[in-house]
């Protein structure tokens, strides 16, 4: 039975969100390089713009949109651009990317700029500023946030969703920021609803960041049908299709976006990366990001400009403790491990998390003893005992009629599993194979 503000299935990880979630945001001082991939977000990576040799300001454009899925990148801090070339990226690949090396004399001030009023602006031209701001989904998924401003025509969007469920363990960065800016978060909403032209919003809030729903709730404005909605703990309360159950009861089918049921879902982060815009007029330059964790020494929410390699980032965190064994980029459920801590921040990161060797011990591995408690977490009703099964006997065209696009790799189904069986890696591993092969045959 649906409620709202809940779904069905799902798991109870530990949170670990005491570790900063009273932490107050602070800036990180500026590093002494940054390092910007041009593949930071879902879609078409950027097209370079500048050339080894240039002098950058704060906020200058050094790569250009490549298409409408797609953003430019601005220069996080002022400096020479020393390098062009491939470098780590935090999915463990390698990347182009623009290297700056900073001036260590700049005072990092952006070039004064004209800053968009936006209610003078017709939603084209709103989605057009924040496309030329460069802002992308912040909760991880990079998606151009533009693009989810401009719904197909023929659907008529009833409701916005605001996401700040931030389901995933230790992370803090969305709490901090509707605690600490609540009326910046409120105007990029006001913005978003303006550009659909959606008469109502509701911002989703676990229920464990009870300073988070009252901070918002305080600074509602009188003129918006806009509610904040606390939602139970649960993971993966964040994720859209979840989301999107909890606060309206609706089930967006298969393979659909959630634009089919009438709704936008917009992050947090997003909305006030959407304000920052129209408040100050300058380009996605820097995030918030959580820096927590076992395995670090002193956990953080922090303002990092883009750019910034994790070495410098764990650094000024005061560096791993002895026992760390891992650094996660996101949170432990869905983020990935990193190989390579030159490997920069982008604008998706949410956070870093260092883990020990406690932590990360790996267990043994034993065979599936059919006890279906797979089946009772996973949220998207998939059957990942038998996935696993077929994944493990790389039949992964037998996957795909049983629905493996619609997995999530939201790992619940390996964290109850009694028999270790890295389910979720397993689905991640199939759908690469199923791109290769398909991509093979094409
Ligand atoms: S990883 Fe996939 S199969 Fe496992 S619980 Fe999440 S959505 Fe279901
Ligand atoms: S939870 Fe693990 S052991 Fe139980 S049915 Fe699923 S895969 Fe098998």
Redesign the pocket.
Known sequence: MLTRGGFRHGVHPEERKELTHALPIRRMPFPDEVVLPLRQHAGKPAKVRVKVGDHVERGDKVADADGFVSVPIHASAAGRVVDIDWAPHIDGTMAMAVRIKLDPHAMHVPRPRLVPRWEGLTPEQVIQAVQDAGVVGMGGAAFPTHVKLAPPKDVTIHTLIINGAECEPYLTSDHRTMVEYPARVLFGVRVIMHTLGVQKAVIGVERNKPDAIAALTAALPKDLDLTVLPLTVKYPQGAEKMLIHAVTGQEVPSGKLPASVGVVVQNVGSAAAIAEVFETGLPLIERIVTVSGEGIRKPANLIVPVGTRLIDLLDYCGGLTDDAAEVIVGGPMMGLAQGNLEAPVTKGTTGVVVLTREQTRQPEVYP????????EACPVFLN??EL?QLAQLQRYDEMEPMHLADCMICGS?SY????N?P?AQLFSFSKLALRRRKAAAS
């Open positions: 599936c003893i059919g006890c279906g408690r797979c089946l990942p005992s696993g189904c109850v599993c009694p028999s069986i389910l």
